[in-house]
């Protein structure tokens, strides 16, 4: 199984909500521990219980953070970058990634049903407010179906959110889909 860059991992129960600073492999039928992962949860104890959890990809800003703490063993290294997050994005400014999650959940919800997955896609390119902002690649399309939403949601959604805010809460319809849809096209001569 390959473990995207950027996976973080929400649970429900009293227990620490982690993420992985980079991506990793575990082999079939096996089990590794990885001691770079992260805590996206300040000052929450306890450990992610087996199918308790919900993967997200961490979002947009704090992708680049990060990859540059990614071989940092300290639980806590997103921390200050979470509460610095929080405070840009107008949530209470502590090293929980949850605040934010929380606070945006409508907002995030509805912009990733704008999105789908096309049949037998294994990419995209990613643009927000007319910017491209991401290109995303997988290596087949069961593995992009897996993570279509979590990259679109989390990662993508946030920074939409926040480009919203910086316009003053409006946003404007493309005028026609047209040059996107071209777009796509094009990255989805990558389907298999």
Same mark, same amino acid.
């Given at each position: 199984?390959?473990?995207?860059?950027?996976?973080?991992?929400?649970?429900?129960?009293?227990?620490?909500?982690?993420?992985?600073?980079?991506?990793?492999?575990?082999?079939?039928?096996?089990?590794?521990?990885?001691?770079?992962?992260?805590?996206? =949860?300040?000052?929450?104890?306890?450990?992610?219980?087996?199918?308790? $959890?919900?993967?997200?990809?961490? @979002?947009?800003?704090? &992708? *680049?953070?990060?990859?540059?703490?990614?071989?940092?063993?300290?639980?806590?290294?997103?921390?200050?970058?979470?509460?610095?997050?929080?405070?840009?994005?107008?949530?209470?400014?502590?090293?929980?990634?949850?605040?934010?999650?929380?606070?945006?959940?409508?907002?995030?919800?509805?912009?990733?049903?704008?999105?789908?997955?096309?049949?037998?896609?294994?990419?995209?390119?990613?643009?927000?407010?007319? =910017?491209?902002?991401?290109?995303?690649?997988?290596?087949?399309?069961? $593995?992009?179906?897996?993570?279509? @939403?979590?990259?679109? &949601? *989390?990662?993508?959604?946030?920074?939409?959110?926040?480009?919203?805010?910086?316009?003053?809460?409006?946003?404007?319809?493309?005028?026609?889909?047209?040059?996107?849809?071209?777009?796509?096209?094009?990255?989805?001569?990558?389907?298999?």
């Amino acid at each position: 199984m390959i473990v995207p860059c950027h996976a973080g991992y929400v649970v429900k129960q009293a227990a620490q909500d982690h993420a992985m600073a980079h991506a990793g492999v575990v082999q079939s039928a096996g089990e590794r521990s990885f001691n770079t992962a992260m805590c996206v =949860q300040a000052s929450q104890g306890g450990l992610i219980q087996r199918g308790s $959890y919900r993967m997200l990809i961490l @979002p947009y800003a704090l &992708r *680049e953070r990060a990859l540059e703490v990614r071989t940092e063993t300290r639980f806590n290294k997103l921390w200050d970058a979470i509460a610095q997050f929080n405070q840009e994005m107008g949530v209470q400014a502590h090293g929980h990634l949850d605040f934010f999650l929380k606070h945006f959940e409508k907002e995030l919800d509805e912009f990733v049903a704008e999105f789908e997955c096309l049949p037998r896609q294994i990419g995209a390119i990613i643009l927000v407010d007319d =910017q491209v902002v991401g290109v995303e690649r997988a290596p087949s399309h069961a $593995y992009w179906r897996s993570v279509w @939403p979590c990259l679109i &949601r *989390e990662c993508y959604g946030s920074l939409a959110i926040r480009v919203a805010q910086l316009k003053g809460g409006r946003t404007e319809a493309p005028a026609s889909r047209t040059p996107l849809r071209t777009a796509l096209v094009r990255w989805t001569n990558w389907n298999r």
